[in-house]
C-alpha cells in the first residue's frame, strides 16, 4: 500500500524527528507529515509511518521510536534516537532517490551515519552533552535547530508547528548538503588515485582541478608524493602536503628563498619566467602556466631533498 502519511508528535520539537522527517519526506515527497498525540493516529497501519513516538520499534509495522523499555540500541551498544532508526530503515533508499550513484550508497550511508547520525543519536538520548563543543556548543546543528522552536509566550495555538514546517526545509538544506560534499569526496578521490597511478614514482602529483587529495594520498599509501599541482583559474598553484588535518607541517616546504614573494622578484628568486607568487608560510606558490608550475614543482622538490 502506498504510504499517505509519516506521523511524529505534535508540541515542541528536537533534531531527531526534524531530520527523520528531511529523509522520510524525501522519500515519500507525496505522503502527509502528521503531528499529532492522538491514539488514532499512533496506531500502525500499511499507509503510514510512525516515528518518535508510539512506543514501540517495529520496522515491519513501520513504527520507530526510542522512548520504550528497553531502547533500541546499536549493534556496539549505543543508543539510537529516532534519526538513527529511520536512517538505518530508509537511508540507502533515501540516497537512491537523491541519485547517489549505486557504487557509493553504503560508502555514503555509514559515512554519513558515523558523522552526522550517531551524534544526534547520542546528544538526544542524553549519552553526550553539548558542552563538549566548548564554546562552541550553541552553535551546533542541534542547538541551532532549538533556537528555531517558538518562543515561551508566543501565543499562536500553531506555534509548535509552524516553527517545526518553518526549521523541515533549513534542516533539508544541511542533510542534502553534507551528502553532496560526502559524494563529492568519493568522486574526488576516484580522480586522485587515478592521478597518483599516472604519477607513478614522481613526487609530484598532477590534478585537473582543485579538490579534496589527502585521504586518497593516504589510501594509496604515496608517502613518496611531496607536492600536489593544479590549475587555478588562469593560473596554476603547487601545494605542500599538510601531515594531518591537526596540523600545519608538511611533507615539504617551497624554498625558503621564495618565501613572501611575487612576480619579478619571485622570478629573479626561482629563475621561473612567470612565477608568480609564494606564501610566506611557503605552503603555496602560483604561476601563470602549466610549464612554469611544473618547473618551479621540480626546483621544490630538489629543495626539499
Known amino acids: 500500500m502506498t504510504i499517505t502519511h509519516l506521523v511524529t508528535h505534535s508540541g515542541g520539537f528536537h533534531a531527531d524527528e526534524l531530520l527523520s522527517s528531511v529523509v522520510l519526506t524525501g522519500l515519500f515527497p507525496h505522503a502527509e507529515l502528521k503531528r499529532s498525540r492522538d491514539p488514532r493516529w499512533l496506531a500502525p497501519a500499511a499507509d503510514r509511518i510512525i516515528f518518535d513516538v508510539g512506543g514501540d520499534h517495529d520496522p515491519a509495522r513501520q513504527i520507530f521510536d526510542h522512548h520504550q523499555r528497553p531502547s533500541p540500541l546499536r549493534d556496539d ?10 536512517w538505518a530503515h530508509y537511508g540507502r533508499a533515501y540516497l537512491e532517490a537523491l541519485d547517489v550513484p549505486a557504487r557509493g550508497i553504503e560508502d555514503i550511508h555509514s559515512a554519513f551515519d558515523t558523522s552526522f547520525v550517531l551524534p544526534i543519536d547520542l546528544l538526544d538520548n542524553g549519552a553526550m552533552q553539548p558542552s563538549v563543543a566548548g564554546l562552541l556548543s550553541v552553535l551546533t546543528l542541534p542547538a541551532l535547530f532549538e533556537s528555531l522552536k517558538p518562543v515561551f509566550d508566543d501565543p499562536s495555538p500553531t506555534a509548535d508547528d509552524d516553527a517545526f514546517f518553518k526549521a523541515l526545509p533549513i534542516a533539508r538544506s544541511f542533510v542534502e548538503a553534507f551528502i553532496g560534499n560526502l559524494a563529492a569526496k568519493g568522486r574526488a578521490e576516484g580522480m586522485v588515485l587515478d592521478a597518483i597511478a599516472r604519477a607513478g614514482a614522481s613526487p609530484i602529483l598532477e590534478l585537473p582541478m ?14 613518496h608524493m611531496l607536492f600536489v599541482v593544479m590549475p587555478r583559474g588562469r593560473d596554476w598553484t603547487l601545494n605542500g602536503i599538510k601531515l594531518s588535518d591537526d596540523t600545519f607541517d608538511q611533507r615539504a616546504d617551497l624554498p625558503a628563498a621564495w618565501a613572501g614573494l611575487t612576480d619579478a622578484a619571485l622570478e629573479e628568486a626561482s629563475g621561473v619566467k612567470g612565477a608568480k607568487f609564494c606564501h610566506n608560510a611557503r605552503f603555496i606558490a602560483v604561476a601563470s602556466s602549466r610549464e612554469a608550475i611544473l618547473q618551479m614543482a621540480d626546483l621544490a622538490v630538489k629543495a626539499a631533498g
Open 77 to 86: 551498544g549505543q543508543p539510537l534516537s529516532s534519526f538513527g532508526l529511520i
Open 210 to 223: 582543485g579538490m579534496p587529495y589527502r585521504s586518497a594520498l593516504e589510501k594509496a599509501g604515496a608517502d
